[in-house]
């Protein structure tokens, strides 16, 4: 399926270096205002009949990859300066990409700056100061990310930052964990369904987490939820107790319709398509999603033997997901 990994560092510096028009005005306060860290790219090339599954794993990697921020109730910054938007300020701290690969716990950060000068200052990201500071820690964060502009004589004083971990769909200038995303769908020629499609996915990072870690968390959520679900299949068969996130309706004789609770069209699509590709003789297979509401989808499935076909389908996913991680640890660690 993973037929090659395409995994590159961007030095900036060496790049900037080797640039001879830039090179007569570089020195070192130059060059300390480009980022600590070196951005990746990572391309990965597919051939497999399931499309929807590469499709998947690129909205994983945009909307579901957990990562750490900056958080704090905005109502709670101080000021006298009258041209200091608290909402705008609060925008831009938690817009600062932290390093991805400390472990943060209970850190609390706070800013505290006071214009003494004559002229409007610039509040940068290195303003923000760590609370009981541990000095064998890495650089945390971007030190010149600007934040927001002072008038003399003025101050600013926000004492509770906390770190927050979240994903991008839940606040995607918050949390958003790639600054870059590629992606290279079937050509229509390839879309007969039991066709071998060439698919490339692929991102760019802001250089403080590692490409492997990334994926690890993106493509671990889809694993989590495939495994949630195929456990609640399982509750069906033991007849222990119902399930909580499953409704199978019987429309007709053989004719099944499995409601997925909290779970996205483009999950149902993956397992309806993967279904088809095991089965190509199947009668019918076809997935919708709830319009009243989003979060719910369901497959409609003409089998007897329905419920077997979506475990096998899950399970062979959840497999191939598993192998994809592997194979991209192999490359880039």
């Not at 794993?57 to 958080?71: E, K, M, Q």
């Not at 927050?164 to 870059?180: L, N, P, V």
């Not at 590709?277 to 319009?291: E, G, L, R, Y």
Request: hydrophobic letters at 40%; glycine letters at 2%; proline letters at 3%.
């Amino acid at each position: 399926m993973l037929e090659s990994v395409e995994h590159k560092v961007f030095d900036l510096r060496a790049n900037v270096k080797a640039h001879k028009k830039m090179a007569e005005f570089l020195d070192e306060k130059v060059l300390a205002l480009l980022p600590a860290n070196n951005p990746e790219t990572l391309r990965l090339y597919f051939e497999t009949q399931n499309h929807l599954l590469i499709n998947m794993l690129r909205c994983a990697l945009i909307d579901h990859v957990s990562v750490y921020a900056f958080n704090y109730n905005w109502h709670d910054t101080l000021t006298d300066d009258l041209f200091i938007k608290k909402d705008e300020l609060y925008r831009n701290i938690i817009a600062v990409k932290l390093n991805q690969r400390v472990k943060y716990g209970e850190m609390k950060f706070s800013l505290n700056v006071r214009n003494t000068s004559n002229e409007q200052m610039v509040v940068y990201a290195e303003h923000i100061q760590q609370k009981n500071k541990d000095p064998s820690l890495p650089q945390l964060f971007e030190a010149r990310h600007p934040l927001t502009r002072l008038q003399p004589g003025k101050y600013i004083k926000i004492d509770n930052i906390s770190i927050a971990i979240g994903r991008s769909e839940e606040e995607s200038s918050q949390f958003k964990a790639i600054a870059s995303i590629y992606y290279s769908p079937p050509e229509e020629k390839e879309l007969d369904v039991l066709t071998i499609k060439k698919v490339m996915v692929g991102f760019k990072t802001y250089g403080n987490a590692s490409v492997y870690s990334i994926c690890h968390r993106g493509f671990t959520y889809i694993t989590n939820n495939l495994k949630e679900y195929i456990e609640e299949f399982g509750k069906i068969s033991e007849k222990k107790h119902s399930p909580d996130k499953l409704v199978i309706e019987l429309l007709r004789e053989n004719v099944y319709k499995v409601i997925f609770i909290d779970m996205l069209l483009c999950f149902t699509q993956m397992i309806g398509y993967q279904i088809y590709i095991n089965n190509p003789k199947i009668k019918a297979v076809s997935t919708h999603h709830n319009f009243k509401n989003n979060r719910d989808s369901f497959i409609i499935i003409h089998d007897e033997n329905a419920i077997d076909l979506v475990i096998v389908a899950m399970k062979k996913l959840h497999a191939d997901i598993v192998e994809i991680l592997k194979k991209i640890k192999t490359e880039t660690e």
